[in-house]
């Protein structure tokens, strides 16, 4: 049975560790859940993720990392670079598929962020003279 909407859990720049059913994310902060429509497709994951975690304009989604489920002998998983449209929808199909032997039903993925340098010209141009240089030079001339 296929369904249209998914439970995600949401590492924020968690480690992908070694356990013995494969592959777990392990970090600092606690991960956040949300849900997932099946017809998502790659950058309106991105989106997702970004604004779920609240990240700054600056902060960019640098990768995704599911953690794959495998069924042979129990369930083992396996660490999925998410990098294109077709690597979500087999996310899909493969969590869909193992759904009926996961011991909890939600997708997990890892996701690292990198802050991006901002160019400095435009609108938000800040000069970098201390205000105290033009304050004392505005009091000088009075």
Same mark, same amino acid.
């Given at each position: 049975?296929?369904?249209?909407?998914?439970?995600?859990?949401? =590492?924020?720049? *968690?480690?992908?560790?070694? +356990? &013995?059913?494969? %592959? *777990?994310?392990?970090?600092?902060?606690?991960? /956040?859940?949300?849900?997932?429509?099946? *017809?998502?497709?790659?950058?309106?994951? #991105?989106? %997702?993720?970004?604004?779920? !975690?609240? !990240?700054?304009? =600056?902060?960019? #989604?640098? =990768?995704?990392?599911?953690?794959?489920? =495998? #069924? &042979?002998?129990?369930?083992?998983?396996?660490?999925?670079? !998410?990098? $294109? $449209?077709?690597?979500?929808?087999?996310?899909?199909?493969?969590?869909?598929?193992?759904?009926?032997?996961?011991? /909890?039903?939600? /997708?997990? @993925?890892? +996701?690292?962020?990198?802050?991006?340098?901002?160019? &400095? #010209?435009?609108?938000?141009? @800040?000069?970098? *003279?201390? !205000?105290?240089?033009?304050?004392?030079? +505005?009091? /000088?001339? &009075?």
């Amino acid at each position: 049975m296929m369904t249209d909407g998914f439970t995600v859990c949401i =590492y924020q720049n *968690a480690d992908a560790c070694e +356990e &013995s059913n494969g %592959v *777990a994310f392990r970090g600092n902060n606690f991960p /956040i859940m949300m849900s997932l429509s099946r *017809a998502i497709d790659f950058e309106g994951l #991105v989106q %997702v993720v970004h604004q779920t !975690l609240r !990240l700054q304009p =600056y902060q960019q #989604v640098s =990768y995704l990392i599911y953690r794959m489920p =495998y #069924v &042979s002998d129990g369930v083992r998983f396996f660490p999925c670079e !998410l990098m $294109d $449209d077709d690597g979500v929808n087999h996310m899909f199909v493969c969590h869909a598929t193992c759904l009926p032997y996961l011991p /909890i039903p939600v /997708i997990e @993925i890892c +996701e690292q962020i990198t802050g991006v340098q901002q160019d &400095s #010209v435009g609108g938000d141009y @800040i000069p970098k *003279a201390p !205000l105290q240089t033009v304050m004392s030079q +505005e009091f /000088i001339g &009075s």
